[in-house]
């Protein structure tokens, strides 16, 4: 990536291709952009492991956010914290990443057909969504 930036004239990709472990059937595989993220992640953690930036990939790029299901009629609620690297953030139709963040957290009505399974209270109206708890700096 260094020589990406800063080469003059065009340079190859093998070596990077290779620093994440593909072979060429590999490298000719299409990925997606959050496969291709995910890999180069991993494997500067990897390589990061045992020196004085341990630790740096997760601290810039890591965040946690709460989902959750609070039923409306019952003394329910699910919570489970996890943490992530990236968001699958829908685009199209909005102005900004600001207002595709807004959509991703806006609440789900979990009612008629699509009720809630509330362990011990079985099917309940109730919200889904979730909260940002951390974002990566």
């Given at each position: 990536f260094?020589?990406?930036?800063h080469s003059n004239t065009c340079v190859g990709t093998?070596?990077?291709?290779?620093s994440f472990g593909w072979d060429s059937y590999d490298a000719f595989t299409q990925h997606d952009v959050q496969e291709l993220d995910r890999v180069l992640c991993d494997n500067l953690e990897e390589?990061?492991?045992?020196t004085a930036v341990e630790g740096?990939?997760?601290?810039?790029?890591?965040?946690?956010l709460k989902n959750f299901v609070n039923c409306v009629h019952v003394d329910f609620k699910s919570e489970r914290v996890e943490e992530f690297y990236d968001l699958s953030l829908n685009v199209k139709g909005f102005r900004g990443v600001a207002e595709s963040l807004r959509n991703y957290v806006e609440r789900e009505r979990l009612d008629g057909d699509n009720?809630?399974?509330?362990?011990?209270?079985?099917?309940?109206?109730?919200e889904k969504g979730c909260a940002f708890l951390h974002f990566p700096p």
């Amino acid at each position: 990536f260094y020589r990406l930036q800063h080469s003059n004239t065009c340079v190859g990709t093998k070596q990077l291709t290779r620093s994440f472990g593909w072979d060429s059937y590999d490298a000719f595989t299409q990925h997606d952009v959050q496969e291709l993220d995910r890999v180069l992640c991993d494997n500067l953690e990897e390589k990061m492991k045992g020196t004085a930036v341990e630790g740096e990939v997760p601290r810039l790029f890591r965040g946690k956010l709460k989902n959750f299901v609070n039923c409306v009629h019952v003394d329910f609620k699910s919570e489970r914290v996890e943490e992530f690297y990236d968001l699958s953030l829908n685009v199209k139709g909005f102005r900004g990443v600001a207002e595709s963040l807004r959509n991703y957290v806006e609440r789900e009505r979990l009612d008629g057909d699509n009720k809630y399974m509330a362990e011990g209270h079985g099917l309940q109206d109730a919200e889904k969504g979730c909260a940002f708890l951390h974002f990566p700096p």
